[in-house]
């Protein structure tokens, strides 16, 4: 069983960067593919981008893609999310997940583990 604990979160206003990222304690890292979502207030969790076991392949909804970038270290059992040109409808709750399966799911409900996710902010 894996532990999961997303970090840097904040405030920022539009067009600027956050860097948040994801530790994961419990399991082995390396087993599990992953995933980022957001939850904004009144919205569904939805997916934001998915990474394999290695770290060899990425995807990403459409809405964030070309401007966030995930990555991982398996060495420091870290997951990442660089967060570029960010808008306020960025505005959301991220979360980090792991399944156990090592495929990269869009659907929150195939993933097994999660944190408790961080606060991102973008203001107009």
């Known amino acids: 069983q894996v532990q999961l604990v997303e970090a840097g979160g904040g405030l920022v206003q539009a067009g600027g960067s956050l860097s948040l990222s994801c530790a994961a304690s419990?399991?082995?890292?390396?087993?599990?593919?992953m995933g980022w979502f957001r939850q904004a207030p009144g919205k569904e969790r939805e997916f934001v981008a998915g990474?394999?076991?290695?770290?060899?392949?990425?995807y990403y909804a459409d809405s964030v893609k070309g401007r966030f970038t995930t990555s991982r270290d398996n060495d420091r059992n870290t997951l990442y999310l660089q967060m570029d040109s960010l808008k306020p409808e960025d505005t959301a709750v991220y979360y980090c997940?792991?399944?156990?399966?090592?495929?990269?799911?869009?659907?929150?409900?195939?993933?097994?583990?999660w944190g408790e996710g961080t606060q991102v902010t973008v203001s107009s």
């Open positions: 419990g399991g082995t890292f390396s087993s599990y593919a």
């Open positions: 990474i394999s076991r290695n770290g060899g392949s990425a």
């Open positions: 997940a792991a399944t156990s399966s090592g495929v990269i799911f869009t659907l929150s409900r195939r993933y097994d583990y």
